[in-house]
């Protein structure tokens, strides 16, 4: 498609399920991006890739979070035994890895943990 | 943890009448982008300003950078029903890749 795919759109579970989210960037974008956004903490970075590797993992809050990027497109952001506060919009973007370049975003996934 | 703030957190005014959004950052940058995100849906990127750069229009949009007091402004001139979205300024610093976001305006535009 022209732009950012994430699926769900949305994602309601239960407290200590695993959940895995996908993001299928724009083609020809190398550079893939997670971010968060919840109403206590804003709009947060969580992981950026490269191609498959990340090189930038700073973002991720805890270490039930994880996320993987196959053939340099498709990603999977996981989060195991979820938690309440892990309840947020997850954003994925991608751009060309230029310099200067804008960051496209898909319409995320709410997710919701009862 | 977010970069700063944006100011006005809220702002109503007449359809037609112009916008203006402040954006205040911490540290050096390499470029600004704001975003626009209407309720319910992903970030949609409006304009990139540049840290050597000092003005940018895009349509309607006008955006400024003044370097030296770490801050922005966006305005949305002639505004219409339409522009009613939350807009966010982010920053991209030398080193890394990720943006990071400032709080967001939430602008209503009444018809």
């Known amino acids: 498609g022209a732009g950012v795919s994430q699926s769900p759109s949305n994602k309601v579970t239960e407290k200590g399920k695993d959940v895995e989210l996908r993001c299928d960037p724009i083609s020809g974008h190398t550079a893939l991006y997670w971010y968060r956004q919840s109403l206590g903490q804003g709009l947060e970075f969580l992981i950026y890739?490269?191609?498959?590797?990340?090189?930038?993992k700073s973002g991720l809050p805890s270490d039930r979070f994880s996320a993987e990027r196959t053939g340099g497109s498709v990603s999977t952001l996981t989060i195991q035994r979820t938690q309440q506060e892990d309840s947020a919009v997850y954003l994925c973007?991608?751009?060309?890895?230029?310099?200067?370049?804008?960051?496209?975003f898909g319409d995320g996934t709410r997710l919701s943990i009862l | 943890s977010q970069q700063g703030e944006e100011d006005p957190q809220a702002l109503s005014i007449q359809e037609g009448e112009n916008a203006t959004m402040n954006c205040s950052y911490k540290t050096s940058i390499n470029n600004l982008q704001w975003y626009r995100q209407n309720s319910g849906r992903g970030l949609v990127h409006l304009i990139l300003i540049r840290s050597n750069e000092r003005e940018k229009h895009s349509g309607r949009l006008r955006v400024t950078l003044d370097t030296s007091k770490k801050s922005s402004s966006l305005l949305i001139t002639a505004s219409r029903a339409a522009d009613t979205a939350s807009y966010f300024c982010a920053t991209l610093n030398f080193g890394n890749e990720k943006l990071t976001f400032g709080t967001g305006t939430r602008l209503t535009i009444i018809p």
């Open positions: 890739f490269q191609g498959n590797s990340a090189p930038d």
């Open positions: 973007a991608s751009s060309l890895a230029r310099a200067n370049q804008p960051q496209h």
